[in-house]
């Protein structure tokens, strides 16, 4: 109930490519979804995040895709770069709550 | 931009000794947190300090563990007597408002139990 489920574990894509990592929930009460990205030797950097009322949310080259039905969500990075190269985690927030659940991860290569 | 600062950034320790991992976190912010991730696996909640006590722990967060804002600047993790599978990252975060959506972390302690 608490969990989020992140996939793919690894993700390597070519300079312009579009990855595309996916997550999924069960519990509805979760009602904030952001992004993180970590780089190696650094904390969890929030990237961007959506609300289950809004369908989609663009940041630049950042958008999150939310299906409200199927309890899914997922982050595409837009002609991505090397300087993309991280680790990528997926979480979910309870209203009122301040702790973050966080999906297992997914490190991404951009191939220059 | 402001940041959480952790120290050490690694620390090497025998099975069964104590350690304190130290956090200095965002100067206005009232609500602390410790998150660890053990190598390869997604960030885990530990626990939520506010006003000087836990507000939250986890399942994880048992009596080897201790936070303590001992001062008006930093927020410590102490580990009584680790174990092999206490080895991980430690990420230390804050947030000014208490909700979810506001943290900071800081570049986390590596810790490493031999």
Known sequence: QQQVKQSPQSLIVQKGGIPIINCAYENT????????????????ALLIAIRPDVSEKKEGRFTISFN???????????????????????AAIMNR???????????????? | EPEVTQTPSHQVTQMGQEVILRCVPISNHL???WYRQILGQKVEFLVSFYNNEISEKSEIFDDQFSVERPDGSNFTLKIRSTKLEDSAMYFCASTETGQGYGYTFGSGTRLTVV
């Open chain 1, 29 to 44: 009460a979760f009602d904030y979804f952001p992004w993180y990205q970590q780089f190696p030797g650094k904390g969890p």
């Open chain 2, 31 to 33: 609500y602390f947190y």
């Open chain 1, 97 to 112: 709550d301040d702790k973050i659940i966080f999906g297992k991860g997914t490190r991404l290569h951009i191939l220059p």
């Open chain 1, 68 to 90: 409200k039905s199927a309890k899914q969500f997922s982050l595409h990075i837009m002609d991505s770069q090397p300087g993309d190269s991280a680790t990528y985690f997926c």
